[in-house]
């Protein structure tokens, strides 16, 4: 049998072909979520902004914890944290666990942004990923 492709192309074919027809599905996948869900108001959408500039290096993206910091997610939905100590916990950080304050950084109404996107998110109204507009 005579090879139309050399052997080193021929296995490059096969892998692309195999992630092509693995990635798909995800792909299929993500944009059904990005399906799911409302419109994100225009505080969730402004909150959705500040905390992937403010908070996701550490709270993980769309709020679902990383590696220094919690998904915040759990907190909102559970009422372990309603919106006074939100703003409380931020504004103040927790220095202990490794929490910067934020009180020079975020003034209120981002923070209020930040608290809704969550609420949001924790609710299951919004899905991960950038939220559509309305």
């Not at 993500?30 to 869900?37: C, K, N, P, S, Y």
């Not at 500040?50 to 993980?60: E, I, L, T």
């Not at 504004?91 to 490794?98: D, F, S, V």
């Amino acid at each position: 049998m005579r090879f139309l492709l050399s052997p080193s192309l021929a296995v490059r074919v096969a892998l692309l072909f195999a992630v092509s027809t693995v990635a798909w599905p995800v792909s299929a996948s993500a944009q059904q979520q990005r399906d799911q869900g409302r419109a994100a108001t225009k505080a969730e959408y402004d909150g959705w902004r500040q905390y992937m500039s403010n908070c996701a290096r550490c709270h993980g993206d769309d709020g679902v914890g990383g590696v220094m910091a919690p998904d915040l997610r759990k907190f909102v939905a559970a009422d372990t944290v309603n919106q006074s100590s939100f703003h409380s916990t931020v504004n103040e950080g927790r220095i202990a666990k490794g929490m910067p304050q934020f009180k020079s950084v975020l003034h209120g109404g981002q923070i209020d942004a930040i608290y809704a996107y969550l609420r949001a998110r924790a609710a299951g109204e919004l899905p991960a990923g950038r939220p559509r507009q309305h």
